[in-house]
């Protein structure tokens, strides 16, 4: 096949393996794959859906990519969470679109291409509960050190603001086995960090075997050679299990990181998202962890203006981000998503008040944010080296307290040359809001 293919995945990482196994199938085929999109006569993006900025962001890619049609390109596809929302209504407002690929169909990519470049404009949506195939192959994007690694799909969790569960189906989790055997091959590729993903990693087992088997997962995959850094993400607060904690602090290759998205804290606001916590369950549960794990770092996100939030409730939520002080924090302002419960709510909040609301919570976390860097230096830590700024002695990575392009950076002096990848230690000079500055230890 003499065709030359651009993807461009937005949004967040799950979405960005399913662009991974297109790339895969699609170098399976004998397309040529490149990272420049002038060069190429095809090219696919890769939607987000999820809130109002997402579905924006996506759009503007889409005409932006478009306009490549005057040149070379000669097909413009669009596939992922907006694609399987918005099929329709994609196709008659973006004449440059030429094709649909949904969530749940992305393994048709082949086929999608062959009936767009007859002329048809094509529409693959729905078969949102397909079992993940393993058998597709898949093409590394990430640094070549650093892989995600998704342990379910679709999500069985009702709140009320979110439109999920209608672009991605039912909570379907993968075997042990199957994961077990695709962390072992990205070993052997030369990875050492696996972030492992879901829309609920927490859940992860329960419904192919009646039981939340997270933990059983995570002791497997620490005896995989070659693996030095194992985080995990979205792990839901109301799951957050003994177990899965004891897990955590008896494991070295697991990182003393937690990304636990509570959305709020006040319980009125709780249980008018359908959330299953309680304010004072989430303090318990950040000192049990905290007691159990004290250099645990708890990455968190919240959501401001959700429908009804008066002052008191933004209050609370304010007293609670001062005394749960989390280390990593990230705020959303309520979207209003059709199809969704809280849509229908009354009381929707302004969105001047919402910008506001965000920026007081961001305030606040930055000078947390600032303290708890500070109280790191001269601590020891290892990073994992991602980008060389002067060889032989400026680089850029992360700690093991640093998830990928969403947490803080250390910048790293060394007097001899690291390479990409490479997992050093370093003593901790210098501090800012987010990053981190430091030493390598000889």
Avoid at 189 to 212: H, M, P
């Amino acid at each position: 096949m003499n065709f030359t293919v651009y993807v461009e995945s937005l949004g967040c990482s799950k979405n960005l393996i399913d662009a991974e196994i297109m790339l895969g199938i699609l170098n399976k085929y004998g397309y040529k794959l490149t990272m420049n999109k002038s060069n190429a006569d095809i090219i696919i993006v890769n939607t987000c859906g999820f809130i109002d900025a997402a579905k924006e962001e996506s759009i503007n890619k889409i005409i932006e990519l478009g306009s490549l049609k005057e040149k070379r390109l000669k097909l413009l596809l669009v596939s992922g969470c907006l694609g399987e929302r918005y099929p329709d209504e994609l196709l008659k407002e973006l004449p440059e679109v030429d094709a649909i690929v949904g969530t749940g169909n992305y393994h048709t990519i082949v086929e999608t291409i062959h009936e767009a470049m007859k002329g048809n404009r094509v529409t693959k949506i729905g078969n949102l509960d397909q079992v993940f195939d393993e058998a597709l192959p898949r093409f590394q994007t990430t640094p070549t050190h650093t892989a995600y690694v998704k342990i379910s799909d679709g999500c069985d969790n009702v709140c009320t603001y979110c439109i999920i569960p209608k672009l991605r189906g039912k909570y379907r989790s993968r075997k042990i086995e199957n994961i077990i055997y695709e962390v072992e091959e990205l070993s052997k590729k030369g990875v050492k960090e696996i972030i492992l993903i879901a829309q609920d990693t927490t859940r992860y087992g329960i419904d192919i075997y009646g039981e939340f088997m997270l933990s059983n997962l995570l002791e497997k995959l620490c005896q995989v050679e070659g693996i030095k850094w194992i985080r995990l993400l979205y792990g839901y607060p109301e799951m957050i299990t003994d177990d899965l904690i004891k897990t955590i602090k008896n494991n070295d290759k697991i990182c003393n990181y937690l990304d636990m998205p509570i959305q709020h804290s006040s319980d009125a606001i709780l249980k008018l998202m359908n959330r299953r916590t309680t304010r004072k369950y989430l303090i318990d549960l950040i000192k049990k962890i905290r007691s159990e794990i004290p250099d645990i770092v708890l990455r968190t996100s919240l959501i401001v203006g959700f429908p009804g939030e008066e002052e008191d409730h933004f209050q609370e939520l304010k007293d609670f981000v001062e005394e749960a002080r989390f280390d990593k924090l990230g705020v959303f302002s309520y979207s209003k998503e059709e199809g969704t419960p809280a849509a229908k709510l009354s009381n929707q909040i302004e969105d001047e008040i919402k910008d506001t609301r965000k920026n007081i919570i961001m305030e606040i976390q930055q000078r947390i944010s600032l303290e708890k860097n500070q109280s790191k230096i001269g601590k020891e830590m290892e990073v994992i080296v991602e980008e060389t700024l002067v060889k032989g002695k400026e680089y850029i990575g992360r700690s093991k307290g640093d998830a990928p392009e969403i947490d803080g950076l250390v910048y790293v002096h060394s007097s001899r040359n690291i390479k990409i990848g490479e997992i050093v230690k370093v003593i901790i000079s210098g501090a800012l809001e987010y990053d981190l500055m430091g030493d390598v230890i000889r």
